[in-house]
């Protein structure tokens, strides 16, 4: 069975341009998370789907971060505009529902300069 | 959710049974403890979780006091394989909260 797929894999760019990240979840799996981790720490949760419909973005920076799920299976995360702290890794999660064991793909390691 | 405290570091001898302690006091009566994994460069993955009773599968054993105010993640023959990073996280209905876990070395 497929893991989550996240693409890409690393991204650079600099403060103030825009960025998105990719995340293909197992299939079947109706719950999607987005996570930020940054260096040292444990993830945190960005925002979470059930199905293409947001359970949670409360801990979401909304001025600047925008996630996507349009058809219930893919996912998008942007960033626009950028800023350093915002260089973390980017992980996605998906389970088969909400409270069901979580599975992670590899992440996106974003560094802003 | 309940927060969870881990220590820092631990260090293990190869093939040697590693111990991993979780304190959570604060945990209510349905929540559970999960534990994942990080190994660097890599997405969390999942190890075990459980309730109230003890728990084993393939990758290792779960042990929950009594009081549920504690718990210790064991792995039977750690390898070099197993360092990682290791979260322990008690789940409500829905989220979990990651801390900043415990760092296992394994050691020949």
Redesign the interface.
């Known amino acids: 069975e497929a893991g ?1 797929a996240q693409s890409p894999r690393y991204k650079i760019i600099e403060k103030r341009q825009s960025v998105a990240f990719w995340c293909n979840p197992i299939s079947g799996h109706a719950t999607l998370y987005w996570y930020q981790q940054i260096l ?6 960005l925002i ?1 789907f059930q199905n293409n419909g947001v ?2 973005d409360s801990q979401l920076p909304k001025d600047r971060f925008s996630a996507e799920r349009l058809k219930g299976v893919d996912s998008t995360l942007k960033i626009q505009p950028a800023k350093l702290e915002d260089s973390a890794v980017y ?1 996605c ?1 998906s389970s088969l529902g ?2 069901n ?7 996106t390691r974003l560094s802003v300069l | 959710d309940a927060k969870t405290t881990q220590p820092t570091s631990m260090d293990c001898a190869e093939g040697r049974a590693a111990n991993l302690p979780c304190n959570h006091s604060t945990i209510s009566g349905n929540e559970y403890v999960y534990w994942y994994r990080q190994i660097h ?6 190890i075990i ?1 459980g309730l109230k009773n003890n728990e084993t599968n393939e990758m290792a054993s779960l042990i929950i006091t009594e009081d549920r105010k504690s718990s210790t993640l064991i792995l039977p023959h750690a390898t070099l394989r197993d360092t990682a990073v290791y ?1 322990c996280i008690v789940r409500g ?9 415990t760092r296992l070395t394994v050691k020949p």
Do not use: T
């Not at chain 1, 064991?101 to 992440?107: D, L």
């Not at chain 2, 460069?41 to 999942?46: C, F, I, R, V």
């Not at chain 2, 209905?93 to 876990?101: E, K, L, S, T, Y």
């Open positions: 989550v040292g720490q444990g993830p945190k949760l979470q359970v949670d992980l999660a909400q409270g064991i979580q599975y992670f793909g590899a992440g | 460069s890599q997405g969390p993955q999942y979780h979260y209905n829905n989220d979990m909260r990651f801390g900043a876990g």
